[in-house]
């Protein structure tokens, strides 16, 4: 069973689309994030969800919007996308926040294209 | 946020070769993470050190955190193919304990 899942894996669309990524974890923890992944493979975390509330929410365009249905769950919905979205974007999860050297948990990635 | 530099940023060796790669910061640490990203897939988790001047083993990988905290290393005997991969430390440290990434250090070992 995979344990951090992501859909879809691929996806290619123009400039200027709304598209949405979505996130699933079965390992019953409470905290879930995004982490977007440049060419360069820097990791960067976008957002971080505990429990379905927003915990950090680093500087990222307000055209990225999480949504969290339920602790299982976090999605990535993306407006009016850019050229400069085009990257790797991890879903992931771990135990709650508070506790030391967290175990990250990732997804496979999705890699998006923007044309 | 705190900044970690990983260096080399990129090794391309032969298999049998040891190498040693660097994670440093002028930040103090609560707990430092190395990961192993393979090609299309997502970083997996390593090795978790807390304690400074802690050394932790993992077969032919050898985990060293600073005496301060700041910094740590990490160091494979004999590389295979298989150790391919980006690797990378985290960090994290003050009172989040969501670790920060450095940029990692592409590793290829040849046949």
């Known amino acids: 069973d995979t344990a951090v899942s992501q859909t879809p894996k691929y996806l290619v669309t123009q400039m200027g689309n709304d598209k949405s990524i979505k996130c699933e974890q079965n390992?019953?923890?409470?905290?879930m994030y995004w982490y977007k992944q440049d060419s360069k493979k820097f990791l960067k975390i976008m957002f971080s969800?505990?429990?379905?509330?927003?915990?950090i929410n680093e500087t990222v365009p307000n055209r990225f919007s999480p949504k969290s249905p339920d602790k299982a769950h976090l999605n990535l919905h993306i407006n009016s996308l850019e050229l400069g979205d085009s990257a790797v974007y991890f879903c992931?999860?771990?135990?709650?926040?508070?506790?030391?050297?967290?175990?990250?948990?990732f997804g496979e990635g999705s890699w998006l294209t923007v044309v | 946020t705190q900044l970690l530099e990983q260096s080399p940023q990129f090794l391309s060796i032969q298999e049998g070769e040891n190498l040693t790669v660097y994670c440093n910061s002028s930040?103090?640490?609560?707990?430092l993470q190395w990961y192993r990203q393979e090609p299309g897939e997502g970083p997996v988790l390593l090795v978790t050190?807390?304690?400074?001047?802690e050394v932790k083993k993992l077969k032919r990988l050898t985990f060293q955190f600073g005496d301060a905290r700041k910094d740590s290393s990490l160091h494979i005997t004999a590389a295979q193919p298989g150790d391919t991969g980006l690797y990378l430390c985290?960090?994290?440290?003050?009172?989040?304990?969501?670790?920060?990434f450095g940029r990692g250090t592409s590793l290829i070992v040849h046949p």
């Open positions: 050190v807390v304690t400074g001047g």
């Open positions: 390992l019953g923890h409470d905290t």
């Open positions: 930040s103090v640490f609560s707990s």
């Open positions: 992931a999860s771990s135990l709650p926040s508070g506790s030391t050297g967290n175990t990250i948990y």
């Open positions: 969800y505990n429990n379905k509330e927003l915990i």
């Open positions: 985290a960090g994290a440290s003050g009172g989040s304990y969501i670790p920060t």
